[in-house]
């Protein structure tokens, strides 16, 4: 990333908002819809990249395809100060947590789960608690999503595979 400061327009915003909204559009589409030619977008776009305010292009998946039919947001309170980059380094262990994030507030952190179900959702629960830092776990499901097509109802990695993941009976 570049360390100095971007040039950042109102165009750039109009281009970033037609990405966001669909990073599939054509740069002759959103050159369209902001006054450009396609090679300007494209030249704006790549800028944008260079300097790392675009950090990458993604697809927004159905999570239920994937096979995670759970999610949950779970609170974890530590014994003493747990470093942010100790529990970094606890939640990379866990492919069913999607995000993760130190929080004000009574918890340490704030992790959203999903799992394929809620037996599947215990056994993530159960390996997380048992990181010697640990204190508790508040634990919040999710029921439905309000705002459908927010970033947090949709998911952008593949459910585990076998490899690493506790399974009960099937």
Known sequence: MNSGAASFDELDRKIITALMANARTS????????????????????????????????????PSALGWRTEAYVEVYCEGAAPPRRLAEVVRNHPEITAAMTVTGGADALLHVRARDVEHFEEVLERIRVEPFIRKTISVMVLSHLIPESP?????QPAPTDAGVLRGPA
């Open 27 to 62: 740069f002759a589409e959103i050159g369209l819809g902001v006054g450009l030619s396609a090679t300007a977008v494209k030249r704006r776009v790549d800028r944008l990249r260079e300097t790392g305010v675009i950090t990458g292009f993604t697809a927004t998946v159905r």
């Open 152 to 156: 947090e109802a949709g998911a952008t």
